[in-house]
């Protein structure tokens, strides 16, 4: 489908559903314009669309531009046919476009507004440094007739957990609109904060969120600045459970007698809201409404993930309730309270969204389920006829590097699965049917706050979110992962000309840890390191007021200078191991900068904690130029150190470790090595 020739010209992600690429160029020059026809140039989206366009484009190329806008004839001719329907941008609006460039001119054609924004992203990507004798930059040929695959792909932000301020968040959605992403879904309320101005329920932010919160201005502002780039805005607003911020200020919602308050550190909590009140439905419905005026999408997310039904089960009161209302269990209540919550949105003009755990036999096929727990639950809400979304894979606070998200596929069981299965004798969930698949809507990564704050939200989704953006919008058949990285480290570069701060806000971190200057060692020592993975780091350590300021917090999830390490190891592996010099230089490098940091790490009380980690990455450095030496190594102690290094110390991985033990463990050097 593509070969590198094509990939070194088009650095393009999420790559486009069809394209064929000629031989010649299109120069950038400061007579560079844009023509504008069709009705739906008119679309105050494409004009602000076209104006960024022009001073991303300079600010890219150093070309300097007016944003004139000429009738016709512009070195962009962008031809958009129809103008959009009133009102706010809904699920599955067009967004296909056409970009051919041929004889020294970019056409860009859509059938609706938005489809000119994706493509605008889409030109911006293929404008390159000429690499071959002329100075300055250009767009090669090529036709691209370009669409998604699925019309809902999302980053689910949670803000509750750590406040994530307005420019934070427009930041985000400008790198959202950058990789085709359309739907912002916006965790605003959870235990440890409720983050939306409510002017009918003043308290909830008065009492509930330590006075970190979006006021009305602000929310109306994301939502217009999220618009204007193609992108739904989705409130979650979770009941009845994850809800432990609201009853400080309101107490009468809670099952107990409180005393109520803010849950100051993380996992699921005992609190939820008490369901057979009349009241509860009273308050929930003024919330509704107020909410649903200021979030104009025609979804409203409920949440409905991991309730704890013990203060449920404990209440004489919300027994007798159950037992009156003949329901028999939790899961049933949850389900009465859901069907409740129903009639709210629809009241409100809303269509209802909730996780995986609000699907029950009795709950409508309106509502859209977004699974997080896998295949499995989104096939089956699928196959029963909701709509679904699916999260589980894309977890990007889970710490799992681009590959592993970007294997992930909402038609596919992931292997691993499907062996556990085999394993315990279960049957193997059958793929949707072409019918049923209608009912996939899509899926959105989800970004969960308890470790992270505004300052490293960057890193923690970039570049890995491109990858899964990818994933959403270009053809199952796009998995080569070799060229997603490829792509994925020039996308990662122009994301942060668009602003993002993934790189140089860990830099300034990690400067920070180090005291005021930056630490070109310490800077070193961390490039060989990785956050632990999955959840290790959620053992009861921390509270939201703990800074996330170690090291731990200022590497990024996926070590780029240790996954080129180990797959150099694997390519010396599988030749014929005749050239360790260059595997060599990187170890005695990595050596001699933590050997240099050691110092640092022992004198600055916010490092000390990393001095663990620098023996353990010195041992493995050591071990690792031993094999490639041909001295004799004691594997005992080789493989000792190996799982040291493996294992979390202060939560920081040595990246490099996976590496190395091929090196020990694959058979021409262990034949020749090992004691
Ligand atoms: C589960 S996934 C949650 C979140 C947590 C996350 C990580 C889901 C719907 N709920 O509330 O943040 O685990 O701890």
Known sequence: MFHTAVLALLPLMP?????????????????????????????????????RTFSRLSRQTGVPMFPTVVKSGGTLEIVV????HKGPQRLGDDERYSLEVRDGRVRLSADAPLGVLRGLETFLQSVTQNTSGMPGFSVPEFTVHDGPRYPWRGLSLDVSRHFVPTDDV?????????????????????????????????????????????????????????????????????????????????????????????LRGFGITEAVLDPTKE?????IDGLVGEMSKLFPDEFFHIGGDEVNPKQWNQSG?????????????????????????????????????????VLNPDLPKSVVIQSWRGQESLWQAAAEGYRTLLSAGYYLDLMQPASQHYAIDPLVLPPARAERLQKQNKPIPPPPTPATERNILGGEAAMWEELATAENLDSRLWPRLAAIAERFWSPQSVTDVHSMYERLAMTNGWLEWLGLTQRSNLELMRQRLAGGERSPALDAFASALEPVKGYGRHAGRYLTST????????????????????????????SDRSQPAKLIEK??????????????????????????AAQTLLN????????????????????????????????????????????IEAPAVSASNRQ
């Open 81 to 84: 046919e129809s103008r959009d």
């Open 317 to 357: 009161k919300i027994q007798a309730f159950m037992r009156k209302h003949h329901l028999a269990n939790s899961e049933g209540l949850q389900a009465y309270f859901n069907g409740r919550l129903l009639k709210i949105l629809t009241k409100h003009g809303k269509q209802m969204e909730g996780w995986d755990e």
């Open 620 to 663: 493995v450095c050591r071990y690792g130029q031993m094999i490639l030496r041909h001295e004799t190594v004691d594997s005992a102690a080789a493989s000792a150190a190996l799982t040291q290094a493996e294992t979390s110390e202060s939560d920081l991985l040595v990246a490099i470790a996976p590496g190395i033990r091929r090196l």
């Open 279 to 283: 009241s509860t439905y009273r308050f």
């Open 547 to 574: 800074p996330l300021n170690r090291l731990v917090d200022a590497i990024p999830p996926e070590s780029d200078a240790a996954r080129a390490f180990n797959n150099d190891v694997d390519a010396f592996v599988a």
């Open 170 to 262: 427009k930041r985000t959605l400008d790198g959202m609109a950058a990789v085709k992403l359309n739907v912002f879904h916006w965790h605003l309320s959870d235990d440890q904060g409720f983050r939306v101005e409510s002017k009918r329920f003043p308290r909830l932010q008065a009492y509930g969120s330590d006075g970190l919160f979006y006021t009305q201005a602000e929310i109306r502002d994301v939502v217009a600045y999220a618009r204007a780039r193609g992108i739904r805005v989705v409130p979650e607003f979770d009941m009845p459970g994850h809800a432990a911020s609201w009853t400080p200020g309101y107490p009468n919602l809670a099952t107990t007698s409180g005393p109520h308050e803010i």
């Open 15 to 51: 790559w486009p559903a069809q394209i064929t690429v000629g031989q010649a160029v299109v120069p950038i020059t400061n007579q560079f314009s844009i023509s504008m026809q069709g009705v739906g140039a008119s679309d105050d989206r494409v004009r602000a669309a076209v104006v």
């Open 587 to 612: 170890l005695s490098f990595w050596q001699a900068q933590t050997e240099a940091v050691l110092p640092l790490l022992q004198s600055r009380s916010l490092l000390n904690d990393a001095a663990p």
